[in-house]
């Protein structure tokens, strides 16, 4: 009451001083501890309060945010459907696999981690390249692999260390594994993990699970969602640094389907080696159903290092080479059909009523127009009939028969069996070349047709252009009768393709004449199997890439100058069962091509004479596939240092020990 | 009843010693769970220290007001110079510290600072004739013994020991009978002083502690990480707990610190409400002893020595619990008796000898004149 009193009365009482005593202080004393005793006691409420009111009004609430701290729910990335050959063989199937991959959105100090990466796994600089690349253009939150194929101690020793490696995910998964290797590169594509693109695209988190990937090219890419399956689920209690401290419930994955292919494996894998250092593709069908038994495109590259995030070396190795190792020549490379278009000319010729025995004489060349245009023989042929036409391909016989049966009716036939035409298969894209016609030229290029026009497109030059497939389904259908659709997709019965409506004698007489290339008198007598019984179909074609001044496009002139060297064929004569088609870019001629196509047949009939071929080619070429492959990379390291060592030495030094700019070429 | 007992141990303060095992005794069952269901690292050091401290307070508990008194203003000045040797030390040898190696022992003097304070101001009011208590020279020698101290602590820097002593100090200034207006101008001041202290005198990093409480959703990741997992351990608790050694938030790390500062959050995760409030309950109990003592005591020394400690031990609790239950920023203030750590330990403990030899005093006096 006293102190009270004292304070209100201040203001108006400056000067005049009470006289406090100390029993009047205790009192103030008292007052204030007890204000000071209520003022903590309602502290007291207060945090009784609160923490009733967290613990029970929002207990729910926070349980919730407990629970989503404890537990993670993580994706189990499905296993891949296999994918497999006519007779159930794997060209593509996965291993049980220790991998580790980065989220670099959870990574603290990425040079560190990656530096105590690097040497806790050995990684070489390709690799590092590699990852450093990813890190730059990652969104963050898809994971990196780091690398895949682990040993159990390396896995072992990584995940003990990982409290120390944010951001590190090692798993255990499987990985996508391809037995062929380079030989079925083109074919099936590859798997990679998921772009941030694809992520846009279809945002499943699936998509973004660590150890998933995706098919990037070819089939894996045509058949991605057959091929995924269904992913499983892992219920885990976790601590803060992601350490798994149990597992609390799993859902198993439900691995994609298998696809089986029109392809056999072997056959497949033994046309990508005989194909050797060339560059190239073969094409290899059953000419009744369609079915697709090889296709291989060569230089390649092997799927298994693409899927495992290609090394910066490698991919620079295979987009650097002039041999272009990553496009698919089978579907996307066109060339100048050359002589191989004959029999389908023939076959124009004969539907147009011409008698197969009218003759021409071949003196070497035929004057069309004001231009002379020779034959490949410039000795000449003498008499030629449409069957000596064929089997010793006179030029001088389709230039002048071709003017008088007119570019319409060839065109026609051409289109009839499948030059010029897109399949419908599942690839990510084909070029389908050109057949030309007099309509073609004149809406393309606005000028009239000429008749040196027929005359180049009679021996598959000038604008004609078509690829390797298109070849293999034209010798299909002149062998069958048969309108063959190419199939990659095994069939679950044999549908044979139906009738093309070609007279059955006149397909007789030029299958005749293509037999005589091979068994006659014709230009491919070494193309024979060397299998007794077995008789087949040729028709060889060397197309010219450049003008004559170059040098007549044999071995001797540059690669990029030399002839392309094709081959179609079908076996057995009497009973055609398989058509195939060869084309070896820059081969140097036909020459380059049958023999190729011999040896593939021959594997067919007769594996083990086929394989000892092969392997003594391999031997000459310096090994097989792989081993050529790792030599040729190691070659490309040493140049890229080189440069890289001449760039950084002083100017005059480096003209004088610059690399020679001529690509290394393998003969 | 004391014909069985031995006097000495019969005179003992028996209820509180018993308060305080009880609740440093729940610390032990706390920091056992805390590591995962071990004695080590924690809870076996935890009662170890608690024993060695509480026989430190049983020392004090002899002394007599005398000899506190006597060694109010030396001890002070030995801190003091203590506290200025650290900030020396820290020179010399760069980067800030707060420890003070003595070779056997570490010392951290803002820590014994805490309760100095207490003494020397309240030694000052003390000896402060009562007629005086109205003039200036009731208020300067007060703001120098606080500021010296203040002001090295604050240079370490450590804004929460600042506060804490700046805080008892002023307490005890408060309960001395300084007039009413000078609190009320000071607090209306700080409310101006406040935000301009926030723009223009905090480090960045002190700022995002002071805002992310009021707001710790927003970087859930960042700065307001322990608010919000201390939150959610005492929220998903609820009212009976997730059961002893279940707690998921403290044993699967999210729980920052959850044996020394957010020890009642781990407390909480699993004992739950009813484990709350049987703590803040044993923390009134204390605290009512406490001020009981200032009231009852006869010293004018002694009862603001009593009421200055009391309030050092509320800073503690209380700052610590709303810091756990979001609702004061993250500051680094143990809960006494749970948290594991032995300086605020040692401090909190002196503290309590001090009290029990004030009740022992209290009670002396009162028999005396009684017999």
């Known amino acids: 009451m006293i102190g009270k009193r004292k304070t209100r009365k201040r203001p108006k009482a400056r000067k005049k001083r009470k006289v406090i005593t100390a029993a009047a202080q205790n009192i103030t004393f008292n007052r204030r501890t007890l204000f000071l005793g209520g003022a903590q006691a309602s502290v007291g409420l207060l945090l009784a309060g609160r923490m009733s009111y967290i613990a029970v009004a929002e207990n729910e609430r926070w349980e919730m945010l407990s629970e989503s701290n404890r537990v993670n729910l993580t994706l189990i990335p499905p296993r891949r459907g296999w994918i497999v050959d006519r007779d159930g063989k794997p060209l593509a199937n996965n291993r049980a696999d220790f991998r580790v991959d980065v989220i670099p959105d959870r990574m603290k100090d990425k040079d560190a981690t990656l530096a105590k990466l690097t040497d806790l796994l050995r990684l070489n600089d390709d690799e590092v390249g590699r990852i450093r690349k990813d890190l730059e253009e990652s969104r963050g939150f898809a994971p990196i692999e780091i690398a895949s194929g682990l040993n159990y101690e390396q896995f072992a020793a990584l995940s003990v260390r990982l409290p120390d490696l944010p951001g590190v995910a090692p798993l255990r998964g499987f990985s996508r594994q391809y037995p062929s290797g380079a030989a079925v590169g083109h074919l099936l594509g590859y798997v990679g993990t998921v772009s941030a693109e694809e992520y846009e695209e279809e945002k499943n988190p699936l998509l973004i699970t660590p150890g998933f990937k995706i098919g990037k090219d070819g089939l894996e890419k045509q058949f991605e969602q057959e091929l995924r399956g269904k992913p499983g689920a892992k219920r885990v209690e976790v601590t803060a640094r992601g350490k798994i401290v149990r597992e609390l419930s799993k859902r198993e994955d439900v691995p994609g389907k298998p696809m089986k292919l029109a392809i056999n494996a072997d056959l497949q894998e033994y046309a990508a080696r005989r194909m050797g250092p060339e560059s190239g593709g073969v094409v290899v069908m059953d000419c009744h159903t369609g079915e697709l038994l090889a296709m291989s495109s060569m230089p390649s590259f092997d799927p298994n290092s693409f899927s495992d995030g290609i090394g910066y070396n490698e991919y620079g190795m295979l987009r650097e080479d002039d041999h272009v190792p990553l496009r698919n020549k089978v579907l996307k490379g066109l060339f100048p059909p050359g002589s191989t278009v004959k029999p389908m000319v023939g076959l124009a010729f004969l539907e147009a009523g011409l008698d197969p025995n009218e003759t021409v004489n071949c003196s070497g060349g035929l004057r069309v127009g004001n231009r002379r245009f020779n034959c490949w023989n410039r000795r000449g042929h003498g008499r030629v009939d449409m069957a000596k036409g064929i089997y010793q391909s006179c030029d001088v016989y389709f230039y002048y028969f071709a003017q008088r049966i007119g570019m319409n009716a060839i065109a026609a036939m051409a289109h009839k069996l499948g030059l010029g035409e897109e399949f419908p298969l599942p690839v990510t894209s084909q070029f389908y070349g050109t057949v030309p016609d007099p309509a073609w030229k004149q809406k393309k290029y606005n000028k009239s047709w000429q008749a040196f026009d027929t005359v180049n497109a009679t021996i598959g030059q000038g604008y004609m252009l078509s690829n390797p497939l298109q070849l293999a389904v034209m010798s299909s259908r002149i062998a069958s009768g048969r309108n063959v659709m190419p199939k990659l997709l095994m069939p679950k019965k044999r549908i044979l393709a139906p009738n093309l409506y070609i007279a059955p004698e006149h397909l007789e007489y030029v299958r005749n004449a293509m037999a005589d290339v091979v068994h006659g008198p014709g230009t491919a007598r070494r193309a024979a199997l060397p299998v007794p019984n077995i008789k087949m179909g040729g028709k060889t074609g060397t197309a010219q890439v450049v003008g004559l001044q170059f040098g007549r496009g044999g071995k001797d002139v540059q690669w990029k100058f030399r002839d392309h060297g094709l081959f179609i064929c079908f076996a057995p004569l009497d009973n055609p069962r398989y058509a195939a088609s060869v084309v070896i870019e820059h081969g140097g001629g036909s020459g380059a091509a049958y023999p190729v196509a011999r040896d593939v047949l021959t594997f067919l009939y007769d594996r083990q004479k086929a394989m000892k071929t092969l392997e003594a080619l391999e031997a000459s070429w310096g090994g097989t596939i792989e081993q050529r492959a790792e030599r040729k990379m190691a070659a490309y390291i040493a140049r890229k240092n080189a440069e890289k060592a001449a760039a950084n030495a002083p100017p005059a030094a480096s003209a004088a020990t610059a690399p020679e700019e001529q690509p290394e070429a393998d003969n | ?371």
């Open chain 2, 1 to 371: 009843m004391s014909g069985i007992i031995p006097a000495p141990i019969a005179q003992m303060p028996w209820k509180i010693i018993f308060l305080l095992l009880v609740i440093a005794g729940f610390g032990v069952v706390v920091l056992y769970s805390a590591a995962g269901g071990s004695m080590s690292p924690w809870a076996a050091r935890h009662g170890i220290r608690f024993a060695v401290f509480l026989v430190m307070a049983l020392v004090l508990w002899r002394f007599n007001e005398k000899l506190f008194k006597f060694f109010t203003f030396p001890v002070y000045i030995v801190i003091a110079l203590m506290l200025l040797g650290v900030e020396l030390m820290g020179a010399v040898g760069g980067g800030s510290q707060r420890w003070l190696d003595l070779g056997l022992i570490r010392i951290q003097p803002s820590e014994l600072m805490k309760p100095a304070i207490i003494l020397a101001v309240a030694r000052f009011y003390d000896m402060l004739p009562a007629g005086q208590i109205r003039t200036w020279n009731a208020i300067w020698p007060a703001l120098l013994l606080m500021g010296i101290p203040a002001s090295l602590v604050l240079l370490q820097p450590d804004l929460g020991t600042t506060l804490t002593i700046l805080a008892g100090g002023m307490t005890v200034a408060f309960l001395a009978g300084l007039p009413l207006r000078l609190f009320v101008i000071g607090a209306a001041s700080l409310a101006v002083i406040a935000p301009l202290a926030y723009f223009f005198g905090l480090e960045e990093y002190q700022q995002r502690r002071v805002t992310t409480f009021l707001d710790p959703e927003s970087d859930p990741l960042g700065a307001g990480y322990h608010i919000m997992q201390s939150q959610i351990a005492i929220g998903s608790g609820g009212m009976t707990g997730k059961g002893y050694l279940q707690g998921s938030q403290s044993h699967l790390d999210y729980l920052p610190e959850g044996h020394t500062d957010f020890v009642f959050a781990t407390m909480a995760e699993e004992w739950g409400l009813i484990g709350g409030f049987a703590v803040i309950f044993a923390f009134f109990l204390l605290l009512r002893w406490g001020l009981g003592l200032a009231v009852n005591a006869k010293s004018r020394y002694s009862k603001l020595v009593a009421a200055g400690l009391t309030t050092t031990m509320f800073f503690y609790i209380a700052i610590n619990l709303m810091m756990v239950m979001g609702l004061a920023p993250v500051v680094g203030i143990p809960l006494p008796f749970l948290s594991y750590g032995g300086s605020s330990m040692m401090t909190i403990m002196i503290c309590i000898g001090i009290l029990m030899s004030i009740e022992r005093e209290m009670k002396y006096t009162r028999r005396s004149t009684l017999s």
